[in-house]
């Protein structure tokens, strides 16, 4: 069964910087990604990893201040936020690309103004 669990968000303030982590078991996947889930609003691609290779993709709103990467041998990829802005604000879901039906809990990034 595959697993999912995402780490490292909290409470920051604009401007500022987190590192979120995302541990996998169960399945190796071809391409890992970031997703992000507002309130109120659907869930989006943020930034994707190819795992042979390493190309990255990113949502034109983080372009340039997101940072995605992988560990293949750990299993983790690792999304790396700077100069965060209060609409960055969301749960933070790691999956394989395209997702999966299954989900981890995500971890919440607030960014106050």
């Known amino acids: 069964q595959v697993q999912l669990v995402e780490s490292g968000g909290g409470l920051v303030q604009a401007g500022g910087s987190l590192r979120l982590s995302c541990a996998t078991s169960g399945r190796t996947f071809s391409s890992m990604g970031w997703f992000r889930q507002a309130p109120g609003k659907e869930r989006e691609f943020v930034a994707t990893?190819?795992?042979?290779?390493?190309?990255?993709y990113y949502a034109d709103s983080v372009k340039g201040r997101f940072t995605i990467s992988r560990d293949n041998a750990k299993n983790t990829v690792s999304l790396q936020m700077n100069n965060l802005k209060p609409e960055d604000t969301a749960v933070y879901y790691c999956?394989?690309?395209?997702?999966?039906?299954?989900w981890g809990q995500g971890t919440q990034v607030t960014v106050s103004s």
């Open positions: 999956n394989s690309t395209p997702p999966l039906n299954d």
């Open positions: 990893i190819i795992r042979s290779g390493g190309a990255t």
